[in-house]
Structures are given as structure tokens and as C-alpha cells.
């Protein structure tokens, strides 16, 4: 069922649901200020059909790494994608052999390690922005809620909008960075702990402008996309991260798929009775797989074979025709 042409609008509606990407096309970006704070005139023509081709390029992804049986981490250290010339174009990748028309190609991205791998594609990137700004809050509370299967932490009352703290703190210094900002946010003892596990992963992308485009690096004033997991592990930028999230965090990763999976195939959110069935779903595709490398196809198996959904209400839709052509 997954290999045919019907499974488009369950990989389309899963993947805008799980990763949100059905958003990047409502998200306010004023792309007209960017290209005056980034010195970068083609910003101005940052367009809705720009943000269509981001989403299609992670489902298109998605949908590559399921039918053709590959590891689900792959999700996040391909170096490959899916693009066509304009995307290409505005990714600025030189090294590839470019795509033809508005067709999406499988592209080689080995020479350009900063894309290839959901969290270096543009539909994340413009997703987890502010209209005018970078937000590594965003891009790190977009991991660990998506990727990782961390609930988001409970808002602190009477805590000034971070939004609030970065105005205040670049009006005391025209030249503080975002990273230098949060860390003046982060001293109040009710903002650390949560700012402690959202922000080095964000700052890892804060390469990528909330276009999508890649900031190139300013000798003067480089960004710094360093970083530690609150499990110890280190890394330099997204690429190291990447790698780190699919090798030491995989378990987490199949379970966050899981649960979007299920949330998706039942129609409602993930409940405490659940986790049984997450936990068995993981751990069958890990034993298939042979302890390592569990593939999305045998996750989606897992989920259309469980009591909650055989148990659901089916609606007859694409997912739910899995079941019976299992």
C-alpha cells in the first residue's frame, strides 16, 4: 500500500502533521526586512510557492526513506534530498548537479553538509522563526517535542516574554546576539532549566535564517552553533547534532515517530495507557531490524497491527486502508 501512487496524501497529511509543515505556509516572515538585516536582496522574493517547495521537499523525503525500507534516522543524517531547480536556487547549492524545471529530483548533498536531514530543511527553518528574527526557543522546543518525544515544559507565570527580554537587552546593547540575549533571559532561575534544554539545540541552527537560506559565516562576528545535550553529548554545529540525535537518541526518535504515528492513525493525542504499546512498537521494529536502524515502514506496521487502532473508529482514509491491505 505504501509503494502506490494513493500513499502521496498519507505521506503529505502525516508529515504536515507531525513535522507542522502545514504551517510554513502560514507563517508570518517579513521577508522585505530580511534582506535589509541580512544584506541579501533575493530575501525579497521569498514567496509562498518557496515555502510549497520546502514542505514538498520533506515529504518527499519522508515518503523516500518509507517506501524504500530505509533506517528512520535517516530522517535526519541523509545527505541527500529532494529538490527542484528553483529550490535549489535558493539554497544556493553550487555543488550538485541542479534538477531540471519544477520536477523534484533526488540530489546529492555530500558536498553540502549543511542541508540534507529535516532539521536542515527550509520548512523547518521557516517554521521555527520570528517575521523578522531567528528563534532558537522555537528551534529547540521543535526538536525536543518532534524529535525526541520531550513534553514541553509548563509556562512560568509573571516571567516577562522572551520576546520582551530581547528588546530590552538589544536597546542596553545595539550589537548583542541572540545567544548573548537568552543568556541574560536565562539568569532568572525560573527561565534556566527549561532555557537549558531548548537553547543549545537551537543554537545549532541558528545558521539558517527564517527563510531557510544559509547565513553565510561573518568572519567578524561568527555564529556560534556549539552546544551540549543535557545527557553530556557535545557538538560544534547542526551536522554533529544530527548525527548525535540519530546514534544516542534514536530510541527516543522511533518513540516520538510513534506517537505521531498513532496520534495521526487514531485521531486522538497520545494518553498514559499508551505507552505500553509505544514502547512494544519500538522495540519489535528495533528486534527486526536487528538491534539497530529500525525502519519507518516497520513502525507504520507496528501501529496499523495495535489494539488502538484496530480498536479505532476508522474513517476509511489512507491510513486506514493500510490496515485492511496489510
Partial sequence: MLTDDKSKRFFKNFTGQWLQTNNTL??????????????????????????????????????????????????????????????????????????????????????????????????????????????????????????????PPGAVPDVPSLEEALGEAKKQNKNITVREALALHSKDKSCASCHARMDPIGFAMEVYSPAGHFIKADPKRPIDTSGELGSGEKFQDIHELSLILADKKEHEFLTAITEKLITFGVGRGIEYFDAPTVEQIVADAVKKSGGKNATLKDLIHGVVQSAPFQKRRGDGGIFSSASSNH
Fill in 26 to 151: 502560514s507563517v508570518n516572515i517579513a521577508h522585505r526586512t530580511l534582506a535589509r538585516i541580512y544584506k541579501n536582496e533575493k530575501l525579497r522574493d521569498f514567496y509562498g510557492q518557496h515555502r510549497r517547495w520546502m514542505q514538498d521537499e520533506t515529504t518527499h523525503l519522508v515518503a523516500y526513506v518509507t517506501r524504500e525500507n530505509r533506517p528512520a534516522t535517516e530522517l535526519l543524517t541523509a545527505d541527500y534530498s529532494f529538490l527542484n531547480k528553483r529550490l535549489a536556487e535558493w539554497y544556493d547549492l553550487k555543488h550538485i548537479k541542479k534538477p531540471k524545471g519544477n520536477k523534484f529530483e533526488k540530489v546529492d548533498l555530500k558536498k553540502h553538509p549543511e542541508r540534507g536531514g529535516i532539521l536542515k530543511h527550509g520548512s523547518i527553518h521557516v517554521l521555527t522563526a520570528n517575521p523578522t528574527q531567528t528563534s532558537p526557543v522555537k528551534r529547540g522546543l521543535f526538536v525536543l517535542e518532534n524529535i525526541l518525544a520531550v513534553p
